[in-house]
């Protein structure tokens, strides 16, 4: 495990010195991706998506840019007028038809989702997609007549030729745009209540608690008072298990772990409670491997003895979803039982679920980048997220 540098954390000058790749300024942009990517989406829909065209059912497919699927399927809860369903790989269901709704949403050109366009045009399903304008993506889809909702990216040329090429398309630039723009189509098909118009607000007020936490979040907020750099701070030198309490914390879980994955280079198991502490209990019951067989000889020689593998408990916890107090409770209890205490815990209050889903995971992206700077990593453009069917980037 990579020691953390805690002095790099609390150097402002320092830390812009070695985000070579500006990965802090890109999250702190979220809250005005999100307002673009609104602006595009009020544009786009009205006029393509009338009410006479409300579908059985929505088939998301977006591949590999974090939980989007699952985070939709959060925040529009089970009393959504039409199920969501998520496609697996770049296969339609059997069933799927005309009165169904296939909804495609990446950077572009990604080949399971250009074949799915062509798939949903040979069985006359309505097809929408999410996409920078420009992409493979958006000529398929436009050329299958379906609608396209062009998502705001920030590009910059990262090779020499090609679409791939030139559109920055990484975990900092790609989930908020997708997911605003994910929102809005389900809202215009009455898949949700996030319609183009007033039912949009509460994405504005989404965008404005990114603008928050980024603020709390900033290089220049001392550690003590940064709730992202004391969380790197905590588990740095540590396996996480990141555990969520409620349905958008189950979803801020997944990505902070995929984050620490991608960005920081450091593996983290994570699971929604109260399913995950059913059995990730277990990681806590064996406890640290690597230990020595006599832990009370103090004259043995320690110089061969590899250093113990550390696991730790991080609780996300959504504190206006009633679902989330009990298994909360139950898993601190569980914790105590086994002598052990969350060396982080993240909370968020107030407001709609995807304001607290953009708290939760804006303070953890802050400290999955944190760490990997604090560690001598590099978040640089993170790799995970970049990836395709065909491979990194």
């Known amino acids: 495990m990579n020691i953390l540098d805690e002095a790099l954390l609390d150097d402002q000058d320092g830390i812009a010195r070695a985000d070579t790749a500006e990965t802090l300024r890109a999250l702190a942009g979220a809250g005005a991706q999100v307002r673009r990517a609104v602006q595009a989406a009020r544009e786009a829909l009205p006029a393509a998506i009338a009410p006479r065209d409300r579908p059985r059912t929505v088939i998301l497919s977006a591949p590999a840019y974090g939980p989007l699927g699952h985070a939709l399927r959060a925040v529009t809860g089970t009393d959504a007028a039409l199920p969501v369903i998520l496609g697996a790989g770049g296969t339609l269901p059997g069933w799927a038809g005309p009165m169904d709704l296939v909804l495609a949403a990446g950077r572009g050109d990604e080949p399971g989702l250009i074949d799915l366009a062509g798939q ?37 040329s990262v090779g020499t030729a090609g679409y791939a090429d030139e559109t920055v398309f990484a975990a900092q630039t790609a989930f908020w745009p997708l997911f605003t723009a994910l929102l809005a189509i389900t809202g215009a098909c009455g898949a949700s209540a996030f319609t183009p118009g007033d039912g949009l607000a509460s994405v504005d007020a989404m ?65 929604p409670l109260p399913i995950a502490g059913r059995y990730m209990d277990r990681v806590f019951q064996a406890g640290e491997a690597g ?65 607290r889903l953009a708290e939760l995971i804006a303070v953890t992206d802050f400290a999955a980048v944190y760490l990997a700077l604090g560690t001598g990593v590099g978040p640089a453009a993170p ?4 990836w395709t069917e065909g491979g990194p980037r």
């Open 120 to 156: 949903a045009y040979r069985r006359g399903c309505q097809t929408v997609a999410a996409t920078p304008a420009g992409s493979p993506l958006d000529a398929a889809v436009q050329q299958s007549r379906g609608v396209v909702v062009p998502v705001p990216v920030d590009a910059g």
């Open 291 to 355: 230990t020595a067989d006599d832990p009370d000889d103090f004259f043995r020689d320690r110089v061969d003895e590899p250093d113990p593998v550390r696991m730790y408990p991080v609780l996300l916890v959504d504190h206006d979803d009633p679902a989330a107090a009990g298994p909360a409770d139950h898993a601190r209890r569980t914790l105590g039982a086994l002598g052990r205490a969350a060396v982080g815990e993240v909370g968020a209050r107030g407001g709609s679920p995807v304001e």
């Open 207 to 271: 965008a404005d608690r990114l603008d928050e936490t980024s603020a709390r979040c900033r290089p220049a907020a001392e550690a003590y008072l940064n709730p992202a750099k004391g969380l790197a701070g905590a588990i740095a030198g540590t396996i996480p298990v990141v555990w969520g309490a409620g349905a958008v914390a189950g979803v801020a879980a997944e990505r902070f772990a995929t984050m620490l994955t991608g960005v920081a280079a450091a593996p983290a198991l994570s699971g």
């Open 383 to 386: 790799g995970l997220f970049p």
